[in-house]
C-alpha cells in the first residue's frame, strides 16, 4: 500500500498498542500527582497583614488552566540618581502583584477581609 509490507503494519499496530497503554499509565500518574499537588495547594494557609501592604485590588484568574489569587498592591521603592556629582535617593510607587494559588472559599475569604480592611481606614 505505501510500501509497508504485512510485518511492518503488524510491528507498528503492536508498537501502538504499547505507546498506548503506557500513555494511559502515564496520564493516570499525572491525574494523581495534580489533585495531590491541588489538594496541598488548596488546604495550605496563609496570612495577609493588610496594614503593611498597600493593596488596591484583590482579583481571581486562571492561567493555564490554573486559578489564582492575585493582590495588586504599591510598593514604594527607592531610585537612584546622580546630579552633578551627587547621588540622591528618591522613592517611586511601583505596582506588584502576589500570586496566591487557592480555593475559591479562601479567595472569597480574602475579598471580605480587604473589604472590612477599606471600610476601617476610609
Request: aromatic share 12%; with cysteine.
Amino acid at each position: 500500500m505505501f510500501g509497508f509490507n504485512r510485518l511492518e503494519v503488524s510491528n507498528l499496530k503492536v508498537q501502538l498498542e504499547d505507546l498506548k497503554k503506557e500513555n494511559k499509565i502515564l496520564q493516570y500518574a499525572n491525574d494523581v500527582y495534580k489533585s495531590r499537588l491541588e489538594s496541598e495547594m488548596v488546604n495550605a494557609s496563609f496570612a495577609v497583614n493588610w496594614d503593611a501592604m498597600n493593596v488596591f485590588s484583590v482579583e481571581r484568574m486562571w492561567e493555564n488552566g490554573v486559578p489564582k489569587t492575585i493582590l495588586g498592591y504599591i510598593l514604594e521603592e527607592p531610585v537612584v540618581y546622580t546630579e552633578g556629582d551627587d547621588q540622591r535617593v528618591t522613592h517611586k510607587d511601583v505596582v506588584r502583584e502576589w500570586t496566591l494559588y487557592c480555593s475559591a472559599e479562601k479567595h472569597e475569604q480574602l475579598v471580605a477581609e480587604f473589604k472590612q480592611w477599606m471600610a476601617k481606614n476610609d
